[in-house]
């Protein structure tokens, strides 16, 4: 398995681009999320889902937007970027409360600036 | 979920058990310890989890007070590999959607 994937590994956008990261999981694990982590800080909860077609916020989702059409995909979008967002993007996933030890398994992360 | 404290950062000589404390005085019956760590910029590992009994894994043991109001993570035999952000979070069982919340962590730094 290779686990939970993410692309791309680098990114810099220019203030009020657009762009889409990429999250694929292939442990058929119904529970994604996406984290952002800024410089010394913890990681903070962007959004999260509890399986195809079901997504929620998390701690911090202005300016996010997501979906989640298969099982195995969850792509996080960003809109209108701004400087604030500049940042590491971490996705995870896991199984249903229940099962197992519900670790969440991350993927690489993202680096994204915002200039 | 219960709010967790520890130091920002300790030293261990390589070789020797790193002993990472953790206070959830707040945490409720039903609220699990969980450990994760982060070495350098990638992605944070689960290391391990308990309730009310002390665990142990592959990779290290966990001391839960009886009073369940702080936590000790053991990592027996400290390697230059361990060297990272480790991170005690408590959380409930169930009906959370399984949701994470990172405080800053304990920067563990492993010397020789």
Same mark, same amino acid.
């Given at each position: 398995?290779?686990?939970?994937?993410?692309?791309?590994?680098?990114?810099? @956008?220019?203030?009020?681009?657009?762009?889409?990261?990429?999250?694929?999981?292939?442990?058929?694990?119904?529970?994604?999320?996406?984290?952002?982590?800024?410089?010394?800080?913890? @990681?903070?909860?962007?959004?999260?889902?509890?399986?195809?077609?079901?997504?929620?916020?998390?701690?911090?989702?202005?300016?996010?937007?997501?979906?989640?059409?298969?099982?195995?995909?969850?792509?996080?979008?960003?809109?209108?970027?701004?400087?604030?967002?500049?940042?590491?993007?971490?996705?995870?996933?896991?199984?249903?409360?229940?099962?197992?030890?519900?670790?969440?398994?991350?993927?690489?992360?993202?680096?994204?600036?915002?200039? | 979920?219960?709010?967790?404290?520890?130091?920002?950062?300790?030293?261990?000589?390589?070789?020797?058990?790193?002993? @990472?404390?953790?206070?959830?005085?707040?945490?409720?019956?039903?609220?699990?310890?969980?450990?994760?760590?982060?070495?350098?910029?990638?992605?944070?590992?689960?290391?391990?989890?308990?309730?009310?009994?002390?665990?142990?894994?592959?990779?290290?043991?966990?001391?839960?007070?009886?009073?369940?109001?702080?936590?000790?993570?053991?990592?027996?035999?400290?390697?230059?590999?361990?060297?990272?952000?480790?991170?005690?979070?408590?959380?409930?069982?169930?009906?959370?959607?399984?949701?994470?919340?990172?405080?800053?962590?304990?920067? @563990?730094?492993?010397?020789?």
């Amino acid at each position: 398995n290779a686990g939970v994937t993410q692309t791309p590994k680098f990114r810099i @956008l220019k203030i009020g681009q657009s762009m889409t990261l990429q999250c694929t999981q292939d442990m058929n694990h119904n529970y994604m999320y996406w984290y952002r982590q800024d410089p010394g800080m913890g @990681l903070k909860l962007i959004y999260y889902s509890v399986g195809a077609g079901i997504t929620d916020k998390g701690e911090v989702p202005n300016g996010y937007n997501v979906s989640r059409s298969t099982t195995e995909d969850f792509p996080l979008r960003l809109e209108l970027a701004a400087p604030s967002q500049t940042s590491v993007y971490f996705c995870a996933s896991t199984l249903p409360d229940g099962y197992g030890s519900n670790e969440q398994f991350f993927g690489p992360g993202t680096r994204l600036t915002v200039l | 979920d219960a709010k967790t404290t520890q130091p920002p950062s300790m030293d261990c000589a390589e070789g020797r058990a790193a002993n @990472l404390p953790c206070n959830h005085s707040t945490i409720s019956g039903n609220e699990y310890v969980y450990w994760y760590r982060q070495i350098h910029s990638q992605g944070p590992q689960y290391i391990i989890h308990g309730l009310k009994n002390n665990e142990t894994n592959e990779m290290a043991s966990l001391i839960i007070t009886e009073d369940r109001k702080s936590s000790t993570l053991i990592l027996p035999h400290a390697t230059l590999r361990d060297t990272a952000v480790y991170y005690c979070i408590v959380r409930t069982g169930t009906g959370t959607a399984s949701k994470l919340t990172f405080g800053t962590g304990t920067r @563990l730094q492993v010397t020789l």
